[in-house]
């Protein structure tokens, strides 16, 4: 499926981890009386700095693919979303709605189809060898992270997703003459085993996602 979010003109919305401002999008679902999974797909975002903070989010129209995952061994009649997510112009505004359909209910309508195939197709690649990211260096104050590019590839930014033991800052580059390599602050870390985080790296030929494991401390 997908999350539609229609953005007026000057309204933006957030990524997965925005930073340190900004309500990531979230979605939670039940299928009859048993919960169902969401995994939820971003398309490669956008750094913003509003003056008070930089943060990474959209300023259009954009659409978040979803998969579900329907509890086994059952074909429940009913599927009831909630969603919550933050968006803002000069201020920020939560919005809260809860979705209530049938499972397969308009899955063969046109323009409902579009849509989902239009929010899967703007996902970034997969990593591979060769087109990824890997943390180089870790310690208490920041995480090194460079990037494998294929030849002639420029990396444009990299978003990392914190976790509920680590908070990072803003991504920067590492050095100016080492194109594929950022330096991502840690502005809190406090599990004692290594976190698995999240990545976008954007690139001039096209964004890749993937997922490193931090070493334990």
Not at 153 to 163: N, P
Not at 175 to 189: K, L, T, Y
Request: glycine letters at 10%; a negative charge; one cysteine or more.
């Amino acid at each position: 499926g997908a999350l539609e979010i229609r953005l007026k003109p000057g309204w933006k919305t957030y990524w997965l981890d925005p930073g340190a401002s900004g309500v990531p999008p979230t979605l939670t679902a039940v299928a009859g009386d048993a919960d169902a999974a969401v995994e939820i797909g971003f398309p490669p975002p956008r750094r913003f700095d509003d003056g008070y903070s930089l943060w990474a989010g959209y300023d259009r129209p954009v659409s978040l693919a979803l998969t579900l995952a329907l509890p086994e061994n059952r074909e429940p009649t009913q599927l009831e979303a909630s969603v919550f997510l933050g968006v803002c112009e000069t201020i920020c505004i939560p919005v809260q709605a809860v979705l209530s359909f049938a499972p397969g209910d308009g899955g063969d309508d046109p323009e409902h189809k579009a849509v989902v195939e239009n929010a899967f197709a703007a996902l970034p690649a997969p990593a591979e060898p060769g087109f990824s990211a890997e943390a180089v260096e870790v310690d208490e104050e920041a995480i090194v992270i460079e990037a494998s590019l294929p030849q002639g590839v420029r990396a444009l930014d990299l978003f990392v997703a914190g976790t509920d033991t680590l908070a990072l800052g803003t991504p920067e580059k590492a050095d100016a003459g080492e194109d594929g390599r950022f330096r991502v602050p840690i502005s809190m870390r406090s599990g004692k085993h290594g976190e698995d985080v999240t990545y976008t790296l954007v690139t001039d030929a096209g964004a890749v996602t993937g997922r490193i494991t931090l070493p334990s401390r």
